[in-house]
């Protein structure tokens, strides 16, 4: 090995490494199309992240402000039901839902006179579709309903300290989130609702409280949270599931792919002038454009078919490329080598990808792994025999 095949070799790595630049580039640039293009008409069929409020009840009194006082229910019972039913569009899955909802209310006149109690109810949102929809009052349906941009609002005419009660269904669908909030209330008494999930990945966003009981089961989790009197509740959320998108896994295992060039680039370095390999730098040219071949395949036919078969696919193919090249070049035990080099560094750090928090892990241990087997191969190579200035 001299210093001349050795540049050669890092111009080599250098200009791959400008390659793998440019792809993670264009599918950054191809997730963020889909983001724009694609998020927004999910979104129109599927609907947004989902808040529904609790409903607001109110008299009119001149003493308050805008002239009306408002209260809150004095019991509440709310079911609600979440069917996860992900969507892949382009380079993205997006997290839709469906949610089945279910709330019970009682409420009573808090004053000594007669009263003609509003009942004002907000629909998570103005540009979802409501299926099934159901909204009664003492059990029968509201003949003066109305709808306007502050939700629905039926009147209801009740006697001192009697009460009546509010029955609201609906289902609907939406995206990444569904939540239920308690507005303006300081105080929240006799409030109960039951969640029911058919998926197990649960995470309560921050700012939300977590559920005071949980049950799992073979479909998903029961959780309840119960509040008999509470100040300051917290408003109540579920994260949908976490997806592995496609796209940007893509784009992150390309531009970290170098880092994998490099490593493997290091070992067939090392091992072929201590093995006494002439591998020229045109060698080293198709090494890289085997290693290439992985990502540049991953990157499309993720488009085309699920993540992990593209994933496995393109290894294949790649390895296949690299380890052939290499028995026909340099011979079997050299190409046995690479192929275990290869699905250390390429394959191996690659799959790090699918899991959040591990890349950095598994790039220290292949370094730290890299460089014990290297000291403990070429600790008596008399290197300046080995490398030469011509």
């Known amino acids: 090995m001299n210093i001349k095949r050795l540049v050669a070799i890092i111009c080599i790595l250098l200009g791959a490494s400008f390659c793998w630049v440019i792809l993670g580039a264009s599918l950054q640039f191809r997730t963020m199309e889909s983001t724009q293009n694609l998020g927004r ?12 409020e609790h409903p607001s009840l109110y008299y009119l009194s001149p003493n308050k402000a805008n002239g009306r006082h408002y209260f809150q229910p004095s019991a509440s019972a709310v079911n609600v039901k979440l069917s996860y039913e992900p969507k892949k569009k382009g380079l993205l899955w997006n997290r839709t ?8 209310y009682t409420f009573e006149n808090p004053t000594p006179i007669p009263q003609t109690i509003y009942i004002q109810f907000k629909l ?33 005419i009740l006697e001192p300290g009697r009460a009546a009660t509010l029955a609201i269904a609906y289902e609907t669908r939406g ?37 005071t009981k949980r049950a799992q089961n073979s479909r998903g989790w029961t959780m309840i949270w119960d509040y008999p009197d509470v100040i300051g509740a917290m ?138 087997l290297l000291m403990v191969t070429t600790a008596r190579v008399n290197w300046t025999e080995k490398f030469t200035l011509k």
């Open 235 to 372: 408003p109540i959320a579920m994260e949908m599931p976490k997806v592995l998108n496609p796209g940007p896994v893509a784009s992150r295992i390309a531009f970290f792919a170098p880092v994998s060039l490099v490593f493997l680039f290091a070992v067939l370095l090392i091992m072929a002038t201590v093995w006494q390999v002439n591998l020229h730098p045109m060698n080293y040219f198709f090494l890289a454009a085997g290693m290439f071949a992985f990502h540049l395949l991953f990157a499309y036919l993720v488009d085309l078919i699920p993540l992990t078969a593209a994933f496995v696919v393109a290894a294949l193919v790649s390895m296949a490329l690299v380890s052939g090249y290499l028995f026909i070049a340099a011979g079997k035990r050299f190409a046995r080598l690479a192929a275990v080099a290869q699905l250390a560094y390429m394959i191996l750090f690659s799959y790090s990808f699918f899991f959040d928090g591990l890349t950095g892990l598994t790039i220290t241990l292949g370094a730290v792994v890299t460089l014990a």
């Open 97 to 104: 839902y469906l949610v089945n909802f279910v709330g019970n």
């Open 175 to 211: 995206t990444d989130r569904w939540g239920y909030a308690f507005g303006d209330s300081n105080r929240v008494r006799k409030f109960n609702l039951q969640m029911d999930t058919d998926f197990t990945q649960i995470d309560f966003p921050s700012g939300t409280a977590s559920p």
């Open 124 to 156: 998570p949102s103005n540009d979802a579709t409501y299926n099934h929809f159901s909204f009664l009052v003492n059990g029968k349906p509201a003949s003066e309903e109305s709808k306007a941009a502050d939700g629905i609002t039926q009147a209801v």
């Open 41 to 52: 008409a999910v979104a129109g069929i599927w609907g947004p992240p989902m808040t529904q």
